[in-house]
């Protein structure tokens, strides 16, 4: 675990659905956060995810590029097609999982951010089919950190965020827009 940093980390992941919730979170949160944000939506490679959170807000939006640093106030998202892991303070990008049919894995992410920062590590679920999240979730937990789920009533496609609630511990069960509140109160604006 990384002990320079005293800021917490958070780690989104989404898939069918999520890219809606993932908007209305983000329109809830009004200044950049004292955290740096991971963003991994299950996608293609020539996903702009990037570019469709980018409009209508007025948050620093950046895709992620291997041996990307994540900042405090940036909004970091991982490229369509590819994988996204912390390694020593850096985010590295991979094509390989052998056991995830899901790109970018967000098992993946979870749990190298859960070794990573331990009780520093924040993680939400959205809306998306399947599984993919909740053993990474389930090792957040082990390791201290904090977990939070939109609400499966309130998600396009409820599988991802239920399993997680299932076979997890979530610190609260929301719906997306109080997801991005929740962020706020829990980590505070850059400024603060």
Known sequence: MRQDNAHPVIAIGGSAGGIGAMQELLAAIRAPLAAPVIIAVHSVAQSKLTEVLQQGSSLTIRRIEDGTV?????????????????????????????????????????????????????????????????????????????????????????????????ADHPRAVLTATELGQWLVDEVGFLED
């Open 70 to 166: 994540p900042e405090p106030g940036v909004i970091h998202i991982v490229p369509g097609g590819r994988h996204a892991y912390f390694r020593s303070g850096k985010l590295r990008l991979s094509e390989d999982v052998t056991d995830s049919g899901f790109r970018p894995s967000i098992d993946m992410l979870f749990m190298t951010l859960a070794a990573e920062y331990q009780s520093r590590a924040i993680a939400v679920i959205l809306s998306g089919m399947l599984q993919d999240g909740m053993r990474g979730a389930q090792v957040i937990y082990d390791l201290g950190g904090r977990t939070v789920v939109q609400n499966p009533d309130d998600a396009v496609y409820e599988s991802m965020p239920a399993a997680v609630i299932r």
